[in-house]
Structures are given as structure tokens and as C-alpha cells.
């Protein structure tokens, strides 16, 4: 089973909204606090990039251009990690992928894809 699982993504119409998600299945709950997650993405051609951080002291820190639209936030009881984002356009789309860092490892999920299209 892979440490982290993405889902969520799909085909959405400009101006709609996705929730992403990650869980970490194998990852046992005081792991899971100390762990900062980020989501990035990686549009076609392009360098991935990163997206949002939510990390282990509970702040938050999105790319400058998605403030505003896009929100990371974190359960801790079902370990699991979202990314909702709002009126998506179509320079969003791509492969997002979520990543867990702590001192000890540096885990990647296999990504999600987001379309974004009319």
C-alpha cells in the first residue's frame, strides 16, 4: 500500500470547484502531526510546482497567485490532507500531487489529475 493516496481530481468547467484529498494509510497518528504536507502540481511542460503547505505547527502557505482561491487544511483523526479549490480556471489544470516531509522521509503520492475545460 503507498504511503500517501490522492483523489479528487477530475474535469471540471471554469469557474467550478474540487476537493482533493490525501490520505496517508500507513501512517500512524503521531507521525502524521509532526509530517508537514504540501500539495504541488505539474502542468504539461512545465516544472511542478508547489501549490499550498500546511505543516505540522498548523500554518498555512499557498503560492502568491492561487491566495484566495485555493484552501489546504488537515484532519488528524482520519489523516488525511485536502486541497478545496475554487473557480478553477483552465491554467489549472494538471497532475497534483501531494507530499509528506518530515526529518526521517520525504514521501510523494502518484498524483491526481485535474482537468479544467468547458
Known amino acids: 500500500q503507498a504511503q500517501l493516496v490522492e483523489s479528487g481530481g477530475g474535469l471540471v468547467q471554469p469557474g467550478g470547484s474540487l476537493r482533493l484529498s490525501c490520505a496517508a494509510p500507513?501512517?500512524?497518528?503521531?507521525?502524521?502531526?509532526?509530517?508537514?504536507f504540501s500539495w504541488y502540481r505539474q502542468a504539461p511542460g512545465k516544472e511542478r510546482e508547489l501549490v499550498a503547505t500546511?505543516?505540522?505547527?498548523?500554518?498555512?502557505d499557498y503560492a502568491d497567485s492561487l491566495k484566495g482561491r485555493f484552501t489546504i487544511s488537515r484532519d488528524s483523526r482520519r489523516k488525511r490532507v485536502y486541497l478545496d479549490m475554487n473557480d478553477l480556471n483552465p491554467e489549472d489544470t494538471a497532475v497534483y500531487f501531494c507530499?509528506?516531509?518530515?526529518?526521517?522521509?520525504?514521501?510523494w503520492g502518484q498524483g491526481t489529475q485535474v482537468t479544467v475545460s468547458s
Open positions: 500546511a505543516d505540522s505547527g498548523g500554518n498555512t
Open positions: 507530499n509528506a516531509r518530515s526529518r526521517n522521509f520525504n514521501y
Open positions: 500507513r501512517m500512524i497518528s503521531s507521525v502524521f502531526w509532526n509530517t508537514d
